[in-house]
């Protein structure tokens, strides 16, 4: 495979990653990561517009395979349904590739200017889960609001992952997913009460009043 092909993306998104680590991201510069794939510096923006994008490598494919796993869904689901079957799919594409989406994550963590790009990528894939959802269907202000949610979910599950890698990401996805539902049949529960609770200046329990 030519260093000017895929084998060459590779070894760019792997010395970026060893030198962000040894150095940190404001101190390396994208000659220093060509330098250390072995090709030009040319050669590094033929891949990727600024030394950023390398952690962010992938981030088509990912929407094109969550809206295509929303869209394929079985019929019937709900939407957190759906949004559990389409990002089963996307931990299984990170657990495949633990060795760089864990320091990945660190790195993020660890760079303001790479946290407010996480957060731009994060909106951008969760309104396409939602367009995803719309043409399912489901009315726009449930769209938003859910691929929102599960979005928020997804990410937990990865933190939770990356802190307990004893446990599959499947299995802290399926987790988050259940904290999910059980805190939404509790607030439903809540609003469906006859009669609400409210605390007292003693902290006793007492009826809330209503007119």
């Not at 150095?23 to 090709?39: C, Y």
Request: overall charge negative.
């Amino acid at each position: 495979m030519p260093r000017s092909g895929a084998d060459a993306r590779r070894r760019l998104k792997q010395a970026a990653l060893e030198l962000y680590r040894e150095r940190g991201f404001d101190r390396t510069t994208t000659a220093q990561i060509a330098a250390r794939a072995g090709v030009n510096e040319r050669t590094f923006f033929r891949h990727f517009p600024d030394k950023r994008e390398v952690l962010f490598d992938g981030e088509a494919d990912l929407r094109d395979e969550l809206m295509r796993s929303v869209a394929e869904a079985p019929d019937g689901l709900q939407p957190f349904e759906i949004l559990f079957h389409a990002f089963q799919k996307a931990a299984r594409i990170l657990e495949d590739n633990r060795p760089y989406a864990e320091p990945r994550l660190d790195i993020i963590a660890a760079t303001p200017a790479l946290r407010e790009r996480e957060l731009a990528k994060n909106a951008s894939l969760t309104e396409a889960v939602a367009e995803a959802l719309r043409q399912r269907g489901i009315a726009d202000r449930l769209a938003g609001l859910a691929a929102e949610t599960g979005w928020a979910a997804f990410h937990h599950a990865l933190q939770a992952w990356i802190d307990d890698p004893a446990l599959s990401v499947y299995a802290h996805l399926s987790q988050a997913f259940d904290d999910l539902r059980a805190l939404s049949a509790s607030a439903l529960a809540t609003k469906e009460s006859p009669e609400v609770l409210a605390k007292d200046s003693s902290g006793a329990a007492q009826p809330s009043q209503r007119s």
